[in-house]
C-alpha cells in the first residue's frame, strides 16, 4: 500500500511518527507536491534552495516510510533541474502531480488543469524524460472537467516509459465531492500500457476488495484520509485483524506521538496547535472519544489546553 501525498497532514513529521508506531506498515509514501513556483525566486530566477526541500531531505527521511518525491508544475527546464536535484539526492523515482484541483493551480493549466490539454502533457513529458536521472510516475484524476479528458491521455502516457500511474477517479471539479467513478476508473485503466495504482476513498478492507473486484489487475492501492482517520488500516489491508480496543489502542500511541513530535517541532505556537487539530479532525474517529469530546478539543485555543485534553482521552 502507497500513502497518498496530503499537503500538511502526510508530510516527514507524520511519516517518521507513523513508521516508529507500525513499523513497515506502509511500503511507500509520495510526499506533499514540492512546487516549482516556490523555487522561482523574486527576480524571476529559479533557486533549488527556494524549494521547499526540507520534507524530501534524505538524511531527515531515514527511518520514516521510503518516500517519493512529488513535483507539481509544467516548467521542462525547472522540472529537470529538481527531478535531477533529487535524483542525485538519491531518489529513483519522482512522481508529476497532475491531478490537484485547487483553483489557483488549475487555472495555470498545473495539476489537475493540465488534464484537458494532451499537447502540453506531451510536451512536459517530451522536454523532460530524455533528461531525467531519476524514473518518472504521475498522479492523475479523470479529468478537470469531464471523464473523457483521461481517454484522450491515456495514448501520450503510453508513449513514454513512466514507472506507473496512480488514478484518484473524480474529476478536478469535484474537489472531494461526489463518489469515486470506478467505471471511469476501469475503462482508463484498461487502455494504460503502465502499472496503475488506484487511489480514492479506501476506508476499508471491503473497499479495497471491492476495486480489486472491478479491476483485479490493479498494481496497488493508494490511500490517504483512510489511513489518518483509521491508522491500522494498512496492516487490515494487508490481512490483520483488529477488535475495536486494539484499533483504540494504536490510534491512541499514534496521536500521543504525534502530539509530542508537534510539540518538539513546533513548541507551544498557533501553528502547533494548529497542527495538533488537523490531525485530530481525523485520527479523533478511531479514538474512544465521542463526538462532543472531539469537539472540545477543537474548541481549544492554547496548546496546553489541548495537549492536557488529548493525553486524558487517550490514556
Ligand atoms: C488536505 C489534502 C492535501 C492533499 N495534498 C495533495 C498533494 O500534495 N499531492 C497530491 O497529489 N494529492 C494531494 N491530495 C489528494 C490525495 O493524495 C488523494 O488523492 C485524495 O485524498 C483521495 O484519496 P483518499 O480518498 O484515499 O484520501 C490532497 C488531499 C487532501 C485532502
Redesign the pocket.
Known amino acids: 500500500m502507497i500513502l497518498?501525498?496530503?499537503?500538511?497532514?502526510?508530510e516527514l513529521l507524520f511519516r517518521r511518527t507513523y513508521e516508529e508506531c507500525f513499523p513497515g506498515a506502509i511500503r511507500l509514501a509520495?510526499?506533499?507536491?514540492l512546487s516549482l513556483t516556490h523555487g522561482i525566486t523574486q527576480r524571476r530566477e529559479f533557486s533549488l534552495e527556494a524549494v521547499r526541500f526540507a520534507d524530501v531531505w534524505p538524511a531527515a527521511n531515514r527511518g520514516s516510510i521510503p518516500v517519493v518525491p512529488?513535483i507539481?508544475g509544467k516548467e521542462p527546464e525547472e522540472f529537470v533541474a529538481l527531478a535531477n536535484a533529487l535524483a542525485d539526492a538519491g531518489y529513483s523515482e519522482v512522481?508529476w502531480?497532475i491531478?490537484?484541483?485547487m483553483r489557483a493551480i488549475t487555472a495555470k493549466h498545473r495539476?489537475s488543469g493540465i488534464l484537458p490539454y494532451p499537447d502540453e502533457v506531451r510536451a512536459l513529458l517530451e522536454a523532460v524524460m530524455p533528461r531525467m536521472r531519476a524514473k518518472l510516475s504521475v498522479?492523475m484524476?479523470l479529468g478537470l472537467k469531464d471523464k473523457g479528458e483521461i481517454l484522450a491521455l491515456v495514448p501520450v502516457l503510453n508513449d513514454f516509459p513512466l514507472a506507473s500511474v496512480?488514478i484518484?477517479p473524480?474529476l478536478g471539479r469535484q474537489q472531494?465531492t461526489g463518489q469515486?467513478d470506478l467505471d471511469a476508473f476501469c475503462q482508463a485503466a484498461d487502455r494504460l500500457r503502465h502499472r496503475v495504482i488506484y487511489?480514492?476513498?479506501?476506508?476499508s478492507a471491503a473497499d479495497a476488495q471491492r476495486v480489486h473486484e472491478r479491476w483485479p489487475q490493479v498494481a496497488e492501492l493508494?490511500?490517504?484520509?483512510?489511513?489518518?482517520s483509521n491508522p491500522t488500516l494498512p496492516l487490515e489491508l494487508a490481512g490483520v485483524s483488529f477488535s475495536e480496543a486494539e484499533r483504540h489502542t494504536a490510534a491512541c500511541r499514534l496521536i500521543r506521538r504525534l502530539m509530542e513530535a508537534i510539540g518538539e517541532r513546533y513548541g507551544t505556537s498557533e501553528s502547533a496547535v494548529r497542527k495538533a487539530k488537523e490531525y485530530w479532525c481525523l485520527l479523533w474517529h478511531s479514538l474512544p472519544v465521542s463526538e462532543v469530546q472531539a469537539r472540545q478539543v477543537l474548541r481549544a485555543g492554547e496548546w496546553e489546553a489541548v495537549d492536557k485534553m488529548v493525553k486524558e482521552m487517550t490514556q
Not at 4 to 10: D, I
Not at 199 to 203: E, P
Open positions: 497518498a501525498p496530503m499537503q500538511g497532514l502526510t509520495i510526499s506533499p507536491f512529488q507539481l512522481n502531480n491531478g490537484c484541483p495539476g498522479k484524476r496512480a484518484h473524480r472531494y469515486c487511489n480514492g476513498d479506501i476506508t493508494m490511500v490517504g484520509r483512510g489511513v489518518l
